[in-house]
């Protein structure tokens, strides 16, 4: 079944192909996405999203095709034609189409996409179970702040870890422990909470920075600090969030097990509880 599909003002569906040659996000990788998490036909943290997506267009200086009212209404309608209630919700952004050559016209009119997928989310036994990580050399562009289609070597690295029998790769960078392939990475030690800093290195994790508020209000002690390699395997837990993922527990890294412990199981029902206000 094809999914309910907007482009560039209209709606359609993902059977029909949309997308000229020469735009700039498939020559290119020109382009900015998000990803957000729909339940009972309603979008989790939608104005989170569209910021972090606004930052990103202006970061790589893309025009924004909408302003947050416009996005909103474009999101209503189009989960309001979508045949399923829970799932996420795709969003991809290119400068737009034009003749190839590395320099583009300054007025160029974006390609805006947006459609919904079925998802199936983590249920209690993955949420207990947890997933497997690999360390992966981290070999990505200096800018990943902006969540750009630019995913190459977050796509080599995720098929490293599916060949190694692992769930997900866990980016080292000289050293240091940056984030995963498609999510934020958290350590636990001595009751508190350790993950990297918002800088150029990491995403601005919608999910992540959630966690980080809710540790917070709850006196659990933040740390946003560079995790050095060395310090992996003296944490108490550890934890990846993202929007399909939520807080999932790291079971293993390297075929090491991780402890689990009960600040990861908090924050996990903390989030559960706090999508579910975002629902009302």
Same mark, same amino acid.
């Given at each position: 079944m094809s999914d309910v599909l907007? /482009?560039?003002? #209209? =709606?359609?569906?993902?059977?029909? #192909?949309?997308i000229g040659v020469e735009d700039r996000g498939f020559q290119f990788g020109d382009a900015v996405y998000e990803v957000f998490k729909f339940l009972r036909k309603r979008p989790i943290f939608l104005p989170e999203h569209y910021r972090r997506m606004e930052n990103g267009l202006r970061e790589i200086e893309i025009r924004v095709p909408w302003d947050e009212g416009q996005f909103a209404e474009v999101v209503r309608d189009l989960l309001a034609r979508t045949a399923f209630d829970d799932g996420i919700v795709y969003i991809q952004v290119t400068r737009g189409e034009s003749e190839r050559k590395h320099f583009y016209p300054d007025d160029l009119m974006p390609t805006a996409i947006v459609y919904s997928r079925a998802f199936d989310f983590p249920d209690a036994?993955?949420?207990? #179970?947890? /997933?497997?990580?690999?360390t992966a050399d981290d070999l990505r562009w200096r800018h990943c702040n902006v969540k750009s289609v630019n995913l190459l070597a977050n796509a080599i690295a995720k098929k490293k870890a599916q060949r190694a029998g692992a769930d997900e790769a866990l980016f080292i960078d000289d050293g240091i422990v940056r984030e995963a392939a498609s999510s934020? =990475?958290?350590?636990? #030690?001595d009751g508190g909470v350790i993950t990297h800093p918002l800088d150029e290195h990491i995403l601005p994790g919608v999910v992540r920075d959630r966690v980080v508020s809710l540790a917070l209000a709850n006196h659990i002690r933040v740390d946003e600090r560079p995790l050095r390699e060395v310090e992996l395997f003296d944490l108490d837990e550890a934890f990846i969030t993202s929007t399909t993922q939520g807080v999932m527990p790291v079971a293993t890294i390297d075929g090491r097990a991780m402890r689990r412990g009960s600040i990861t199981t908090k924050l996990q029902r903390m989030l559960d509880d706090d999508e579910v206000r975002a629902l009302l």
């Amino acid at each position: 079944m094809s999914d309910v599909l907007y /482009i560039n003002g #209209r =709606f359609t569906t993902t059977a029909e #192909r949309v997308i000229g040659v020469e735009d700039r996000g498939f020559q290119f990788g020109d382009a900015v996405y998000e990803v957000f998490k729909f339940l009972r036909k309603r979008p989790i943290f939608l104005p989170e999203h569209y910021r972090r997506m606004e930052n990103g267009l202006r970061e790589i200086e893309i025009r924004v095709p909408w302003d947050e009212g416009q996005f909103a209404e474009v999101v209503r309608d189009l989960l309001a034609r979508t045949a399923f209630d829970d799932g996420i919700v795709y969003i991809q952004v290119t400068r737009g189409e034009s003749e190839r050559k590395h320099f583009y016209p300054d007025d160029l009119m974006p390609t805006a996409i947006v459609y919904s997928r079925a998802f199936d989310f983590p249920d209690a036994a993955k949420k207990a #179970r947890g /997933i497997a990580l690999v360390t992966a050399d981290d070999l990505r562009w200096r800018h990943c702040n902006v969540k750009s289609v630019n995913l190459l070597a977050n796509a080599i690295a995720k098929k490293k870890a599916q060949r190694a029998g692992a769930d997900e790769a866990l980016f080292i960078d000289d050293g240091i422990v940056r984030e995963a392939a498609s999510s934020s =990475f958290f350590g636990v #030690r001595d009751g508190g909470v350790i993950t990297h800093p918002l800088d150029e290195h990491i995403l601005p994790g919608v999910v992540r920075d959630r966690v980080v508020s809710l540790a917070l209000a709850n006196h659990i002690r933040v740390d946003e600090r560079p995790l050095r390699e060395v310090e992996l395997f003296d944490l108490d837990e550890a934890f990846i969030t993202s929007t399909t993922q939520g807080v999932m527990p790291v079971a293993t890294i390297d075929g090491r097990a991780m402890r689990r412990g009960s600040i990861t199981t908090k924050l996990q029902r903390m989030l559960d509880d706090d999508e579910v206000r975002a629902l009302l």
